[in-house]
C-alpha cells in the first residue's frame, strides 16, 4: 500500500526531470496525477507511460487561465484535487548583474519571475478552491538557491528566495484548511531551459559537462542526486497520515551544501 493511495495531485513541469520523476512516484505511491506541461509531446509521453493514472495538460503556467483549465480538467477527471504541485521553472545559468546588459536583465527578470514565481502564485491561486474542499495541500519547489547565493545568478536567486515567502504567506493564509510547503533541492541533471530574453532557450545543464565532479566535491553527502532522489519529501509533506503536522516549512534535500562550512583546522 502506497502512501498517497487515493489522492489526487496536479503536478507543473511534469514533462521532464523532476516534475517526471515526481508523476512517476506519485502514481506508484497509488495517486491520480494531472501533468501540467507547456511542451505537448512530453505531456503525450507522461500520459502514454501512466495510462488511467494520468491526465496531461498542455498548459503555460504564466496564464491564470491555463491554471484555471488545469485544475477543471483535475476535478473533471479525478473528482478533486488533493496536492497541487507548483515546479516548472527556468534557471538563469549564473547571469550576473554586471555582464548582463540593462535591457536584457530587464527582460530576464520579467521572463523568469513569470514562471519561476507568479506562474506559482497563480497555479495556487486556482486550485485553492478545490484544495479547501478536499482539505489538502499545496507544494512549491523551491531550491538551494532558496538560500545559498552562487549557484544561479541574482536573477534566479532571488526567484528562489521568492518563493519561501510564498510559502510562508501561502501557509499563513490557507491554515488551518490547506497546508503549503516547500522543497528545496540542491544539484541534479534535467533539462532545466533558461530565459529566452537572456539568450538562454536552448541552454540545457549538458553545457556542464562536470556538473558530477563538481557537486560531488561541493556537497558534503559526496553525491550528485538523481531527480527520483527529491520526491520523497513531496510524498511525506503530501501524505495525510505523514504530513498532517507540517506546514509553512521548506525542506534543505540539497546533500548538506549548507552544512558545507569552512573546513577551518580544529586542532
Ligand atoms: N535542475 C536543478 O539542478 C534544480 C535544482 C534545484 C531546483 N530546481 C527546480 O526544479 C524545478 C524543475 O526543474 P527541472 O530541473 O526538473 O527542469 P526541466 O526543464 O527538466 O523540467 C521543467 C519542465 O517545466 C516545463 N515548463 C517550463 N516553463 C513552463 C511554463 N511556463 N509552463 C508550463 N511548463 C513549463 C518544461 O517544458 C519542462 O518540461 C524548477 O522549479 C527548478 O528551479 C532544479
Known amino acids: 500500500m502506497g502512501w498517497l493511495e487515493g489522492e489526487v495531485a496536479l503536478v507543473t513541469g511534469a514533462g521532464s526531470g523532476l516534475g517526471r520523476a515526481l508523476v512517476d512516484r506519485f502514481v506508484a505511491e497509488g495517486a491520480n496525477v494531472v501533468a501540467v506541461d507547456r511542451s505537448a509531446d512530453r505531456v503525450a509521453e507522461v500520459e502514454a507511460a501512466h495510462s488511467g493514472a494520468v491526465t496531461g ?11 484555471q483549465r488545469s485544475v477543471a480538467v483535475c476535478v473533471e477527471a479525478f473528482g478533486k484535487l488533493d496536492c497541487y504541485i507548483a515546479n516548472a521553472g527556468l534557471f538563469d545559468y549564473g547571469a550576473g548583474v554586471v555582464d548582463t546588459d540593462m535591457e536584457q536583465l530587464d527582460r530576464g527578470f520579467d521572463e523568469i519571475f513569470a514562471v519561476n514565481v507568479k506562474g506559482y502564485l ?28 552562487g549557484v544561479g545568478g541574482v536573477v534566479y536567486t ?49 553545457s556542464i559537462p562536470n556538473l558530477e565532479q563538481m557537486a560531488t566535491a561541493v556537497v558534503p553527502l559526496n553525491f550528485l542526486p538523481q531527480p527520483a532522489d527529491y520526491t520523497g ?21 540539497d546533500a548538506g551544501l549548507g552544512v558545507r562550512g569552512l573546513g577551518l583546522p580544529t586542532g
Open 122 to 149: 497563480l497555479g495556487v491561486k486556482a486550485a485553492v478552491a478545490a484544495l479547501q474542499q478536499s482539505g489538502g495541500s499545496v507544494l512549491l519547489t523551491a531550491s538551494m538557491s532558496s538560500w545559498h547565493a
Open 57 to 67: 495538460v498542455v498548459g503555460d503556467v504564466r496564464s491564470g487561465q491555463d491554471n
Open 158 to 206: 532571488a526567484s528562489k528566495h521568492a518563493v519561501v515567502g510564498l510559502v510562508r504567506q501561502l501557509a499563513y493564509e490557507l491554515a488551518p484548511r490547506v497546508r503549503v510547503n516547500g522543497v528545496a533541492p540542491g544539484f541534479m541533471r534535467t533539462d532545466i531551459r533558461g530565459p529566452e530574453s537572456l539568450g538562454l532557450g536552448e541552454r540545457t545543464p549538458s
Open 233 to 253: 519529501h513531496y510524498v511525506q509533506l503530501a501524505s495525510r497520515a505523514n504530513g498532517a503536522t507540517t506546514t509553512g516549512a521548506v525542506i534543505e534535500c
